[in-house]
Structure formats: C-alpha cells, structure tokens
C-alpha cells in the first residue's frame, strides 16, 4: 500500500505504474495523479473550494457596495501543472463566468503563476494594475500566498483595499483578513484529511469495503473512486475555529501589529 502525494502527474505515473506492476495498490492522497493508475483519491472537494472562493468574492463585491457597479475582477490562478489549480479555477470561474456573461462583473486580466510562485504572482499583478491603470476592484487569488501578493502590490502602489480571495487559512491569510486587506480564505481540516486517508488504507488492507468512498474524480483517462471532504470558508465572524480545531495557534496570528484585531 503506498499513500501518494505529488506536485507532477508524469513521475506520479511512473510511482504507480510500478507500484501496479508489484501489485502494491496506490492512494493518491491531496492531489490526483492525472492519467495515472491510481486506485484511489483521497482530497477535500476541490471544485467546492473553488466555487466557495468564487462565492466568497461576490459577498465581499456586494458588502463593500461594489458589486452593482460592475467591477472589474482579476484572476490569479494557481500553477498551470498543478491539478488542484486546475479544479479550484473550475469552482470560482462557475460562480464568476455567468456574471462576466450577463454584465455583472467585467472580466480583467486572467494569469496563471509558475509553481505557485508568490514572487512571480506580485510581478503578475504588479503588471495587471499597469495594464488597467490601476482600475481592479475585486481579485480571485486561488491561494493566500497570491492573495498576499495581490495585497503587497497594492499597498506598495498606496491602493485602496479591495476584495481578495485565499485559500489553505495560513496565519499571514488571516492576519489579511483580520485587517481587512483580505476577504475570506478556505480552510481544509488537515487531520480529517489524513484520518480519511487511514481509515481507507486500513479498510483495504484488510480486504473490507473501501471506507469513505463518496465520489469519482476524473484523472483525464478514466473516474478515481474518491473520497472528498468538505471545505470551509474563513472570514473575520469564524476565524477562530482555526484554533479550536488546533490547526493554527493563536499565537502565530494574534500577535504585533495584528493583535488588536483579536477577540
């Protein structure tokens, strides 16, 4: 049994096609294995996390009064070989297209980042806001690290604060959100995750029915049988779950200049 975590489809499909050939059987674990063999996928729903930053993004439009006046929104994707990208793009652009359609919102510059890279992502706005000349009012980052981009360059540039996307509740996408420079983020219980992934593996080396099993995810090839959990949006009115859940300490967030936004 080999639990499997990979950034690269090709080499994770060359991990399980000899896995297959020893008759070991794989468990993608977080990220799927495209055109792999895999036998099973163990992950949050990625296209909810997606539409729940997509949802996200429209509530903080309309809170700040924005949304009727058809804002432009930009997109910062996460890397182009990363899967998960791929399906937290697929969740928020079903909730943004339809409204880039029917006139709602206007659709601005849209950019993928290199390996999630956070130094490429302020460059790749820093370029968006010369393009617009400075005339973005909502940004769909697919993770805090771009999302914190987003908010460097626009303070560097003295901007206003705007609505700005997160995902994966890193102390430095809360302490954006405490302040304001953020909107939400997405929380993915890390210890559901790996309970998931146990509790599936053991029912299987046991010879049981696969536990958990509750969905399929396509790999580009054929439907993974798939155990998908359900994620959480994060804004300033649940933070603190993320403590009680002992995911982030609230040390790491409630501290310096961000202290006084704590409860």
Not at 70 to 87: C, E, F, R, Y
Request: aromatic letters at 6%; one cysteine or more; hydrophobic letters at 40%.
């Amino acid at each position: 049994m080999i639990l499997l975590v990979n950034l690269d489809s090709g080499s994770g499909a060359a991990i399980q096609a000899l896995a297959k050939a020893r008759r070991a059987k794989v468990i993608d674990y977080d990220r799927l294995t495209l055109k792999g063999s895999t036998a099973y996928y163990v992950s949050f729903n990625n296209v909810a996390v997606g539409r729940l930053q997509g949802q996200g993004l429209v509530s903080c439009l309309k809170a700040n009064g924005s949304y009727s006046k058809k804002p432009v929104i930009a997109q910062l994707h996460g890397s182009p070989t990363d899967n998960n990208a791929t399906l937290f793009r697929q969740g928020y652009q079903s909730v943004l297209n339809p409204l880039f359609k029917n006139g709602t919102l206007t659709k601005g510059p849209d950019q993928a980042v290199p390996d999630w890279d956070n130094q490429k992502a302020l460059t790749i706005f820093e370029q968006m806001l010369a393009r617009t000349g400075n005339k973005i009012q909502g940004v769909a980052a697919a993770n805090d690290g771009l999302g914190n981009a987003v908010v460097s360059a626009l303070k560097a540039r003295k901007l206003p604060k705007i609505p700005v996307t997160g995902q994966d509740a890193t102390a430095q996408g809360v302490q954006n959100i405490l302040a304001g420079d953020q909107c939400m983020t997405v929380y993915k219980a890390i210890k559901a995750e790996a309970n998931a992934a146990a509790k599936l593996a053991v029912s299987l080396a046991k010879g049981q029915k696969p536990v958990g099993v509750n969905g399929k995810t396509f790999d580009g090839r054929r439907q993974v049988p798939s155990v998908l959990l359900t994620p959480v949006t994060i804004t300033k009115r649940n933070y603190t779950l993320l403590f009680k859940d002992g995911f982030l300490k609230k040390g790491e967030v409630c501290r310096g200049a961000y202290a006084k936004y704590c409860k």
